[in-house]
């Protein structure tokens, strides 16, 4: 049984829209019979990947551009395979160091774990490395952090307040969260 192409695109932020638009047009070229698509960050509720796995039927093929467009980590990842593997659905990674790879060949599938991976490790190493980089900054004096923009407007705040504004357009004019005007009020 021959099934057919799905296509699945992501992007973190709506920002993010050459990218977008560049995973769609290479999942169109190869001419996909379904395309899913989504802006949302990987760790964030992904519907519309969700929507593509249970739309997947045996013989079917899920495609993406890139690995990271699709797994969160190596587990996630190997979730994904297990289930497209009890469905009889392979998974086709585009843009796969040079090359492109599919999970329906055993090295296809090697390929792919191995590469989940080294994926994660390099993540994980540069969180890392940032976390060493801003406690050496600290300890030097040079990291503060992000400067607290609603204690700096606390008095206009409250000044506003005080002319009868409400919190909703208070925090609108400042360009500051409602929650944070609630809490420099209370």
Known sequence: ?????????????????????AQKKQLQDLRVKKL???????????SQLDAALDYAR???TLVVTKLDRLARSTTHLLEII????????GLRVLDFGGGSVDTKS???K??????????????????ERQRE???????????????????????????????????TK?????GVGRASVYRVLS
Not at 36 to 46: I, T
Not at 82 to 89: I, P, Q
Not at 133 to 141: F, R, V
Not at 170 to 174: G, M, P, R, T, V
């Open 170 to 174: 208070i925090a609108k004019q400042l």
């Open 36 to 46: 899913f698509e989504e802006q949302v960050s990987s760790v964030g509720q992904r």
């Open 133 to 167: 980089g801003i406690a050496k900054a600290k300890a030097d004096g040079k990291y503060k952090g992000r400067k607290p923009t609603v204690r700096a407007k606390a008095d206009e705040i409250k000044k506003l307040k005080a002319e009868g504004m409400g919190a």
């Open 110 to 127: 090697l390929m792919l774990t191995m590469f989940g991976a080294m994926a994660q490790f390099e993540r994980e190493m540069m969180l």
């Open 82 to 89: 297990e289930l497209l593997d009890a469905k009889g659905v």
């Open 1 to 21: 049984m021959t099934g057919i192409l799905i296509g699945y695109a992501r992007t973190s932020t709506i920002e993010q829209v050459a990218g977008f638009e």
């Open 106 to 108: 055993p090295t296809g």
């Open 58 to 60: 045996d013989g079917d």
